[in-house]
């Protein structure tokens, strides 16, 4: 695939090998990341990052990667703040924005809201998250993080084993892992939802048609046993009609270390896209968790940056220019 100039709308547009490129160039932004080097590659370059709904991890870790790699980001945060609320379009809005701008960031909460901006724009536009539709990004940093788990605790790679638990209707990670993962041999899915959240056939189908296993299970317990990865999500409760409706579900699947220590294996990775909803009513991923080795949130959460800072560098054709534009640290840090 040819990155250079391409919007990153959605899963769909890659091939495994694309997805190996991708965390290959994430790879090589390691010593920027944990402060070893710094650089210059995007300098003179400007961001345009326009969060439409709440936003901590994607939004700032786009805006960090994009100065790590010496570029300038311009924010737009909530639509009543943009001349959307005006009545303008997204076409229109891309059409400006892009005069400004040599890459964008977007996230809204409508489905294909993204695609429509990136229609409207000359410069190349990554999804942050399109309502319950997708989030490809973080789907790469997921992955990114799976496997990078699998080799610290020295198991392959090759057959995986992954329970995707919760509001898997709406959640969008869960829709864009499944597609990416499903791009990989021998993959064996267990959703484990309420029934009224399960995840949408579309999706199963698409794992099925790569000839993967699927298991559906409404049973949280059997659903954490004997899986390499967990992969806990939040009840999406903006995406319900009412709040009571959300309630519901809230609470009903509660990953703890008891619980953990019941039915998963010593190994088992435990992820969760984040925000975790840590009110007592929902509290889907304990902080009693917080000295498990196996809970990967916050790596998975470092991971973004890289991702991000590669697909900056792929987008804009600079990927192969990093030792070019790499410079010392003059600063304090003590990431590495
Ligand atoms: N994972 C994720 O999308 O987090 P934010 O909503 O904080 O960006």
């Known amino acids: 695939m040819e990155f250079q100039g391409q919007h990153i709308l959605s899963i769909d547009q890659f091939d495994r090998e694309a997805v190996e490129n991708i965390l290959r160039v994430a790879e090589q932004m390691a010593p920027y990341t944990s402060r070893q080097k710094r650089s210059t590659l995007l300098e003179g370059a400007t961001l345009a990052s326009l969060f439409f709904e709440p936003s901590t991890r994607t939004r700032i870790s786009f805006a960090s990667a994009f100065n790590l790699l010496g570029g300038k980001v311009m924010e737009t945060v909530g639509i009543d703040i943009s001349s959307l609320s005006k009545g303008e379009s997204l076409f229109d809005t891309a059409q400006v924005v ?3 701008a040599d890459a964008v960031v977007m996230r809204h909460s409508e489905a294909f809201s993204v695609a429509e901006f990136a229609a409207g724009s000359r410069v190349p536009v990554l999804n942050g998250g399109d309502g319950a539709n997708e989030h490809p990004t973080q789907a790469l940093l997921d992955s990114y993080t799976i496997f990078s788990e699998l080799k ?3 198991k392959p790679a090759s057959k995986l084993r992954v329970a995707l638990v919760g509001d898997l209707k709406n959640g969008r990670t869960v829709h864009s892992l499944s597609r990416l993962l499903s791009l990989f041999p021998k993959m064996e899915f267990t959703f484990v939802a309420p029934n009224a959240l399960t995840m949408p056939e579309k999706i199963m189908a698409i794992c099925e048609n790569a000839g993967h296993r ?3 299970t409404q049973d949280f317990s059997s659903g954490l046993q004997n899986q390499d990865v967990v992969y ?14 959300a309630n519901l579900y809230r609470g009903k699947y509660r990953l703890t270390q008891p619980i953990y ?3 998963c294996n010593p190994d088992t990775i435990i992820m969760h896209p984040l925000p975790r909803d840590s009110r007592p009513e929902a509290n889907e991923l304990s902080d009693d968790l917080n000295r498990n080795p196996n809970l990967a949130i916050f790596r998975q959460s470092d991971n973004g940056v890289k991702i991000r800072m590669a697909l900056f560098a792929l987008v804009l054709g600079v990927e192969n220019k990093l030792a070019q534009y790499e410079a010392p640290v003059t600063w304090y840090s003590n990431k590495s």
Do not use: A, P
């Open 214 to 216: 699927i298991s559906i």
């Open 152 to 154: 610290r605790l020295g």
């Open 261 to 263: 220590d019941q039915y």
């Open 98 to 100: 892009s005069g400004y």
């Open 232 to 245: 806990m999500t939040r009840v999406q409760e903006e995406r319900f009609d009412t709040q009571e409706e």
